[in-house]
């Protein structure tokens, strides 16, 4: 199963986080499966795939609740939900 989930970059106390697709059996800072996005929570900006992202959340992947959490102020799932209604 896939999971969307942040890995952690930046210095010590500056934190910045990559939005990356990877298998749930590995660890945070493990392989990931694709980069889909970067979050800084310092400065408040996101830049998301959304393209990608959506496809793999078609797919059946499973963000965590913090990504959730900023796909959903994105507007990702709200752009989800429109694509199930026109098809």
Do not use: C
């Amino acid at each position: 199963m896939v999971k969307l989930r942040l890995k952690r970059y930046g210095r010590k106390q500056q934190p910045t986080y990559r939005i990356i697709a990877i298998d749930v059996k590995s660890r945070r800072q493990g392989r990931a499966l694709k980069e889909v996005g970067f979050y800084d929570p310092r400065k408040d900006q996101t830049h998301l795939d959304v393209a990608t992202i959506i496809t793999f959340i078609q797919q059946g992947a499973q963000p965590t609740d913090t990504v959730s959490h900023i796909l959903n102020r994105a507007g990702v799932f709200e752009q989800i939900h429109a694509m199930s209604i026109h098809e």
